[in-house]
């Protein structure tokens, strides 16, 4: 009895206990999308166990590349685990259904893919990587250095990919580019000869395949098997190794627009997140081997320098496991102003969530099986 009276007596002294930032992973584990999701869960082994002095829990759950596993996931997050935010998840298609929950359970999602969302929605769903459009820029202006005047797309029939046809054929009008086929396919199709044989019979000067992780090099591969000569690009959710491992020599001199994180020795001194990508390419090699360097587990790295800047922001206006907490969030998030991360330097605002602009991408290409940086 007394040890209970002096208990509470402390605590009106001295405030209640820190409660735990309980954070929720979605992540692709399992899946078409898995190549994806496996090395954003490994960037989380590069997380401090405290920020802003409060101890900081991941939940972490496969969503199996799923829509509705990930919508499910979301909900388990909410309600059973109380989180305070949500992040994830790397395949679009399912990020997109848990940003409808966050919205619904007014939590805060960090997604580590590009999601698209229509206008209204998606108010408490920030994004990790570069935008579809910042991306889609960088590819069209590559292109009309090297002198293409037509293309041909080749990508996923889902949200990443009708979202690159948008931005791209955009980008490609406002340059004088010509699109003369756009053919898609299924993340889990294991073949494209239909639509590859479509693509080389339009005769473009290149062509742009969308696609992620290892799913991006079985349809670079068709292309080249099929005759294609020109010039094939793909876009930074082929970044990974997968690429070059399943590929081999049909992906050499492919052309991969990618976030900073994955050659960040070929960037100035001068740029402001070199030295933050730099550190995290050598302590997740360190971990996890040479080369093992990727631009999905800079995403999860990302997130933690994130919110070592806007933890301390909504501590003045809740408690972690609290509404309040969690709309300050929100709030801290919008008005952070710029913070350099691995990928750039982001800046989310009320009326941008994606944050990060064309200081956050490079050209890369593969010469004898390792990424090179070269001049955009």
Same mark, same amino acid.
């Not at 069209?140 to 797309?153: E, Y």
């Not at 591969?221 to 000569?229: D, P, Y």
């Given at each position: ?66 829509? &509705? ?22 395949? &679009? ?6 940003? *409808?929950?966050?919205?619904? #359970? ?48 080749? #990508?996923?029939?889902?949200?990443? #990919? ?18 003369? &086929? ?42 080249? *098997? ?62 996890? #081997? ?43 998030? *919008? ?13 989310? &605002? ?27």
């Amino acid at each position: 009895m007394k040890k209970s009276l002096c208990a509470v007596l402390l605590a009106s002294l001295f405030g209640a206990a820190h409660a735990d930032i309980t954070i929720g992973v979605s992540m692709p584990l399992t899946g078409p999308a898995s190549g994806l999701g496996i090395p954003t869960k490994n960037g989380f082994a590069l997380w401090p166990d405290t920020i802003a002095g409060e101890k900081v829990k991941l939940v972490y759950l496969d969503d199996a590349s799923d829509p &509705t596993q990930a919508s499910k996931n979301a909900r388990r997050f909410i309600t059973d685990d109380k989180v305070d935010l949500i992040i994830g998840s790397s395949a &679009t298609p399912a990020a997109i259904a848990i940003s *409808e929950v966050a919205t619904e #359970g007014q939590t805060v999602q960090m997604a580590t893919s590009p999601l698209e969302l229509p206008e209204g929605k998606g108010a408490w769903t920030f994004r990790l990587p570069q935008s579809t459009a910042v991306m889609a820029s960088g590819v069209i202006r590559h292109m009309k250095a090297a002198n293409v005047k037509s293309i041909a797309f080749l #990508g996923y029939a889902d949200a990443y #990919g009708e979202s690159w046809l948008r931005e791209i054929t955009a980008a490609a009008k406002s340059m004088g580019i010509q699109l003369t &086929t756009a053919e898609r396919f299924g993340r889990a199709d294991t073949s494209v000869t239909a639509q590859a044989l479509k693509v080389v019979s339009s005769n473009p000067d290149a062509v742009l395949v969308v696609a992620s992780g290892s799913g991006a090099a079985m349809p670079h591969k068709t292309l080249v *098997e099929r005759g294609f000569k020109g010039k094939i690009y793909q876009t930074h959710s082929a970044a990974s190794r997968d690429l070059m491992r399943l590929g081999g020599k049909d992906v050499e001199g492919a052309f991969i627009v990618a976030g900073l994180a994955v050659v960040p020795e070929s960037l100035p001194d001068s740029h402001p997140s070199k030295k933050l990508a730099v550190d995290f390419v050598e302590r997740y090699e360190k971990m996890y #081997g040479a080369g093992t360097r990727n631009q999905f587990a800079a995403h999860a790295y990302d997130a933690q320098l994130v919110l070592q800047v806007v933890v301390p922001e909504a501590l003045k206006k809740g408690k972690p496991g609290t509404p309040e907490f969690r709309a300050a969030l929100k709030q801290a998030l *919008e008005g952070m102003g710029n913070i350099p991360i691995t990928q750039g330097v982001i800046h989310y &605002t009320p009326a941008d969530h994606f944050g990060l602009g064309s200081n956050s991408r490079m050209m890369l290409t593969i010469q004898n099986g390792a990424f090179k940086a070269v001049a955009q």
